[in-house]
């Protein structure tokens, strides 16, 4: 498996109580999706995600 396999998105959730969250209420965060869609890391940033991202990788390739 390679970072490339992933696809990252950013999605926004109402969670006006975060310390994150915009005017609005709603929060942003990054997840990294495998072929099938599912969602396998995760961060508040995108540089975040993609570290995460990287470690999913290094252990699904030691499998």
Known sequence: MKLQDL???RI???DPLNLRA???GTVSEW???NDW???VAFGNTKAECLQDARRYV???NLQ
């Open 31 to 33: 997840v990294a999706r």
């Open 37 to 39: 869609g599912n969602a």
């Open 58 to 60: 290094a252990v699904q």
């Open 12 to 14: 926004e959730h109402y």
């Open 7 to 9: 696809t990252f998105e």
């Open 22 to 24: 915009k005017k609005n």
